[in-house]
């Protein structure tokens, strides 16, 4: 059987000469006087990409470069914080931002035709800083990186807008690997054409019930399970007793700090720990994938 394997206003002084009253002037020094704008906060733009990352914007640091140009994240989506309590900025990654993590993820699928956890992606929230938040700034960004690998997820520098990048046949999406161990434990999966001898490959994600950080990592058994299940809708076989005899299961779910903030994404991967495989195993059927 097998097994598995994560401002300023300006104070200008108005100096008198005297206090003979100027010809024409009516004594009163200020009604004529255009009214002052209030100022107006920063707020970030939307559709550019941004040469760093950071998770609080800053208007005296921030830059935008062209999409066409060498950037480590774009910026798909500025929205409005509604539903966060009066007081300090809530950290980025704190659960009171889970809604605003929401928005992110629908507004990342609709930009890439897809589920970014489904590809070399990772996604960010940026927030105002604290003055800023203090005198009003109530805005949020949320920034799309391409990564290195579904192990490394640090963003990469690239080029070209992430906009469509899901549609069709991306060389981000996750698609076969061959599972690097060291001993029992997985080290890295390295990617490789499914057409080369492979292990394992993705079959999609999943979206985990609302629990704990700490619950959840006690439940791995129902991830394996919830993952066999995606498994055996992919290749076509039965879910049932003999699916562990064709296939385990690999899961990499979010990070602590993107669970904390709303994420409740797992990736979860085929896994054949006994026989090579040479193709993919889309809907192969039992022939394809036999119990053994």
């Keep these: 059987m097998r097994r598995w394997l994560a401002l300023a206003l300006v104070g200008a002084a108005v100096l008198l000469a005297g206090c003979q009253r100027s010809h024409g002037a009516d004594g009163d020094l200020v009604d004529d006087w255009p009214a002052m704008r209030a100022p107006k906060l920063f707020v970030p733009a939307t559709d550019t990409c941004l040469p760093r990352i950071t998770p609080v914007v800053q208007a005296s640091t921030y830059e935008t470069v062209p999409c066409s140009r060498s950037h480590l994240a774009e910026a798909i989506h500025v929205g409005t914080v509604d539903d966060v309590p009066a007081g300090p900025r809530p950290e980025p990654g704190s659960p009171a931002l889970r809604g605003v993590r929401a928005e992110c993820d629908q507004r ?14 990772t996604l960010n929230i940026a927030l105002p800083s604290t003055p800023a938040w203090a005198g009003g700034a109530r805005w949020f960004r949320c920034d799309l990186s391409e990564t290195d690998s579904i192990d490394n997820t640090r963003p990469v520098n690239r080029v070209g807008s992430l906009r469509g990048a899901m549609i069709g046949d991306s060389p981000l999406i996750h698609r076969c690997f061959d599972p690097k161990l060291i001993g029992d434990n997985l080290n890295y999966m390295a990617p490789v054409l499914c057409t080369e001898p492979h292990r394992a ?25 919830r993952c066999m299940a995606l498994i055996a809708a992919f290749a076509a076989v039965p879910d049932n007793g003999d699916l562990a005899y064709r296939a385990g299961s690999i899961f990499y779910p979010p990070s602590r700090r993107e669970w904390e903030e709303g994420d409740r994404g797992v990736r979860c991967f085929l896994w054949s720990d006994d026989r090579p495989l040479t193709r993919s195993m889309r809907g192969v059927g039992p022939q394809g994938l036999p119990a053994i």
């Design 108 to 121: 990342a699928r609709e930009v890439l035709g897809g589920d970014w956890h489904s590809a070399r992606l």
């Design 201 to 225: 490959e993705f079959v999609g994600v999943y979206t985990e019930r609302d629990m704990s950080w700490a619950a959840f990592t006690a439940a791995q058994d129902q991830v394996h399970r």
